[in-house]
């Protein structure tokens, strides 16, 4: 029996005489996002038929063939004239409806030995670490704009904050080479996630594996795997690899968004402490003062999609019996939306910091502000007079208290005022009251 194009249910034999219904084949077809595994798929397609000739399960020249007809399609989709089909469902079935349009029907010798959950499970595995690539570029990147501004302002003293309060004074460098190093963990999450995922599930066919001699350390090798997985039910089955691809890009941008929600803040008249540029801004179109940060508003908003797209695929897979199902095919849509999604936040990220001014002589009359170094204080009388620190605590206390009526910093009160809370305090400790020295003198 031959097959009929027009009739997307003979793909599967000659068991169906009826077309699907509309809707089934709405609900059914993924093609719309699995489209973006194009390349994917020819590629582990050009390796599972040349270790079919090589294992003399297809003759040389329907290899050769295959591969001709491949590289015909890979021209169309570069070409952007491949047909796309909803009647064919997904990629999968696209292009092998495709070749056998273009090299006849050799093109069904292909499937053999494979299944669409093996091709599939690779495919996207395949995709995912190209994505991961990609991103682990992106953070580098951010990461080197981070440093340079960490390297620029190493001797910007600002008020470093517990509670939103100004707690002890800092510097610049310090604030933001944190992120750098949340970014670093980011990085290294991404690069265990690629690791763990790297194992090529090729060959398992639909569940069972396949009687074909197959060689699947050949495709493992030529697709870029580490190895075959071991157990094929769980290598069509498993996407665990996809949600820790969800967690960790949904970690990323969850840092993202700290990182936003302070240029936020820093970017208010009431703060003041950086300033964005034109590029990275926009206004109001009522209120003519404003420059708006809706980047890094869009960034932290964005936060939600990537912690919501984790939610999804792990809601999905929560119930499913072993091995594949096709709730899986909901799998595709929040990866894909969450690698976007965070290519984006990433590259707003940098552009909006590489652009921005820091107002650094506002973050030092911050720090200088909010008696930052009482604790500075405190740790002198410890050191110096041998005070237990929770005593030093309570002097120190009552030493802010003094300087608040008096409406004067803590290195403007005299020593006069200060022996009178303290007898031991000599003139040595105006050495620390100063948010400069405070900084120096903390090198653990
Ligand atoms: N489009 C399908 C998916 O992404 C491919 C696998 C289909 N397998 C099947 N047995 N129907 O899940």
Redesign the pocket.
């Known amino acids: 029996m031959s097959f009929d194009p027009s009739n997307k249910n003979q793909m599967w034999g000659g068991r169906f005489s009826d077309k699907p219904a509309d809707i089934m084949e709405q609900i059914n077809a993924?093609i719309d996002v699995?489209v973006r595994l194009w390349k994917q798929d020819i590629t582990l397609s050009r390796a599972h038929a040349q270790m079919l000739a090589k294992q003399n399960i297809l003759s040389q020249a329907d290899v050769d063939t295959l591969l001709k007809g491949l590289d015909m399609v890979e021209e169309e989709f570069k070409g952007g004239t491949f047909p796309l089909r909803r009647e064919y469902?997904?990629?999968?079935?696209n292009i092998e409806a495709r070749l056998k349009e273009l090299i006849g029907d050799v093109a069904g010798r292909l499937h053999t030995a494979r299944?669409?959950?093996d091709?599939?499970a690779t495919g996207?595995r395949m995709w995912i670490r190209d994505a991961i690539d990609t991103l682990i570029e992106k953070i580098e990147a951010l990461q080197e704009v981070i440093d340079d501004l960490s390297d620029k302002h190493a001797n910007d003293i600002m008020p470093g904050f517990t509670h939103l309060q100004a707690a002890q004074p800092v510097t610049l460098a310090m604030h933001l080479s944190s992120y750098g190093y949340m970014l670093n963990r980011d990085k290294l999450r991404f690069i265990g996630c690629r690791d763990r995922l790297n194992k090529c599930p090729l060959g398992s066919a639909?569940l069972a594996g396949t009687p074909y001699p197959i060689d699947r350390n050949f495709t493992a090798e030529a697709l870029g795997f580490d190895r075959p997985t071991n157990s094929t039910m769980d290598g069509v089955s498993a996407r665990d690899f996809a949600n820790e691809f969800l967690f960790d890009c949904a970690q990323t941008g969850l840092h993202l968004s700290r990182l936003a929600e302070e240029i936020i803040l820093w970017a208010t008249p009431q703060f003041n402490f950086i300033s964005l540029s034109d590029q990275w801004s926009t206004g109001s179109s009522i209120m003519p003062q404003k420059k708006n940060p809706d980047a890094a508003e869009l960034v932290r908003g964005k936060t939600g999609r990537l912690a919501g797209n984790l939610i999804q695929l792990m809601t999905v897979m929560k119930g499913l019996p072993l091995t594949?199902n096709?709730d899986?095919?909901e799998?595709?849509e929040p990866v894909f939306d969450s690698f976007d999604t965070l290519v984006l936040c990433l590259e707003a990220t940098k552009g909006m910091l590489a652009s921005a001014t820091f107002n650094t002589a506002r973050m030092l009359a911050a720090a200088e502000d909010g008696y930052t170094t009482a604790t500075a204080l405190a740790d002198w009388l410890v050191m110096e007079l041998g005070l237990a620190f929770r005593d030093a605590h309570h002097a120190t206390g009552a030493i802010v208290k003094m300087a608040e009526d008096k409406g004067v910093k803590l290195s403007e009160l005299s020593l006069a005022d200060l022996q009178s809370v303290e007898s031991g305090i000599t003139e040595d400790i105006f050495s620390v009251l100063s948010v400069e020295n405070a900084v120096k003198s903390r090198n653990g």
């Open positions: 993924s699995d469902e997904d990629i999968h079935m299944s669409r959950n091709q599939v996207f639909a594949y096709k899986q095919q799998d595709k």
